[in-house]
């Protein structure tokens, strides 16, 4: 049909034209051309115009999705102020729906604090435009139920066919959180700002801000390259930590500054932050380390230095960036905290807490080496009248004093520490033998014995009784160990005070014989020159009972394999203790000792004692290290550093030679 038409077309246009062209027109075959060319040229044309169409509804459908669903806020406005359309987003910003931004009770005009921007967009005022028409307004807006948002609006107008501008086309972006931070930052800044300008007052440029913090500040700034450890820039500020000026430093390796250990500490940090740096990608390393620096005149300074790491152009490991801080008043105020959580504030000596501390420790090392550990509990006699009589500033100076005295007698890894008022207790760590814990109670209390004379020459007199626990003869535990060195000191205080008391071993009979346990160390006394009295021939016995009492501990270990030997030991031990009582009794007699009957009734009291035990023992009644303690101990040890001991001071002259065969 379309082809018909076409040709009746043609057909009068040749009519029309054809006494102008009457060559042409008078071809039927050039009409046929013409119809056909123009036919498909229509063809072309509306195929052309129902593809535009097409590309139209899909490009309005595109725009569509892209106007609801973008992430800013979309309003297409009339000049007038009616809402023509909103996406959800510009609702969102302000807290309204979508219904309630399109309800005609809506008025976007409302949302603006300015008159200004209200006058921009819907009142009378020219405004320049830019040359597509756009302009920015940027805006504090209302939003539901007073909610302030910040927003950024791009308006775009919009003009008729007339060329006049009809409606609004406004993209809305929310920068209300940027601005919050922005305020924020601007608050913190003024702030830094305010702080800065006190102390620069007269400085206004960055970089003199910069160098009067790094030339003024007590904290020493530097720089090192790592390529040839080398200082680049040090703050003036190292003159006053260290005492030398910044061209020495320059000078010098910068590990010049650091005690041994430190440097070696430093050195083993900055290899392993360089070992990381080349297993991953390069970036800043910060760490805080603590060092020991020496000050020009040998005096050390505790520091602290928080050093980043930073790469050169090509990514690797390039310079140190560090500050140096003085931590030598914090860590004074540390040790000073530390001091008084463990340390007596009065004797300076451990307290409770730190001694049972050690004493963990030290428990755990003597189980695990099969070493013997002691403790000696020591308490002050008679230092109530003293302290009472002569004030408490004199008490104090008297703990002061016997705690030094204490802390004389004992080796560098040893412990004296103040249980608290005249109580002390002292750690005896790794020992070999009793006799060596026996030997140091001596000595502490021969020390306390001797007079305490104050500034005014005032002689005081004191003495102490000292109890001995032992690990792991009677315990094998910290508790039950200091309550048993607390008996034992007890036990001193009821014998009389100033001596030092042991209690006897316990025992754990299997059938009618002791059993020595696996972890025990033989027991073995000790001589040492503390137990001498003053005349070499009783010196001389008592190192020999010594012996012949170490000889008896050593067979009853394996009296059961050889109990000859036990019993020869035995026999050798009881008849020589009966010899030395009888020659140490003559002696006594010569010097004319005044306590002579009494020490006489002692002997006879031990002697019969031994009787009896050993008896018990022969019918199975007694285990046989119940008469080894009694034997070892309290004959030979026990008596030596208590009975004996009172007549030492009347041997300090030599008496006359005595014949102990008369």
Known sequence: MFTIVLFIGLVAVHNVYKTESDVFWSSPLALLATSTGLMTFMTLLLVSIRRTGERLEKSEELFRVVFENTAVGLVHIRRDGKMLHANEAFGRFLGYTPDEVMDESFRFEDIFYSETAKARLFGDADFEYSSDNRYVLIEPCRGKDEKLAWLDLYVERITGTSGNMDSYIIAIVD???????????AAYRENL????????????????????????????????DLKNQRLTYVSPSVQQLLGISVNEVMTQSPWE???????????????????KWSTRSPKEELDVIEARQTHKDGHTIDVELIVSLHPDEKGRPGFLLGVTHDITARKRAEEELRRMAFYDGLTKLPNRRLLYDRLQLAVRHARRKKRRIALLFIDLDNFKPVNDKMGHQVGDWLLREASVRMEENL????????????????LLPDLENVGDALATAERIRLAIERPFVTEDNTALSLSCSIGVA?????????????????????????????????????????????????????????WSTVFEC??????????????????VISTAMVQEKAPEQFIAALECLLAEIKDHFGHEEKILQQIGWPDLSAHQLKHRELIARAGELRKAAEENQLPIRNLVDFLAVEMVVQHILTDDKKYFASLATPPPTLNLDA
């Open 534 to 551: 003053g005349d070499a021939t009783l010196d001389a016995e008592h190192q020999n009972l010594f012996e012949l009492a170490n000889q």
């Open 193 to 224: 700002e305010k702080i800065v300008d006190e102390r620069t007052a007269r400085l206004k440029e960055s970089e003199e801000r910069f160098r009067f913090i790094a030339e003024h500040n007590a904290d020493v700034i530097w720089m090192m």
């Open 175 to 185: 920068v209300t959180r940027q601005r919050r931070v922005a305020a924020e930052l």
């Open 257 to 275: 500054v650091f005690t041994p250990d430190s440097k070696a500490v430093l050195h083993a940090r900055l290899e392993e932050v360089l070992a």
């Open 470 to 526: 032992l690990f792991p003869d009677h315990a094998d535990n910290e508790h039950d160990l200091m309550r048993i060195g607390d008996d034992a000191m007890y036990k001193a205080k009821r014998a009389g005070r100033n001596r030092v008391e042991m209690l006897a071993f316990p025992s754990v009979p299997i059938g009618n014989a002791w059993v020595w346990r696996e972890h025990d160390a033989p027991l073995r006394l000790s």
């Open 411 to 426: 080796r560098s890894y040893d412990t004296a520490a103040r249980m608290g008022g005249d109580e002390f207790i002292v």
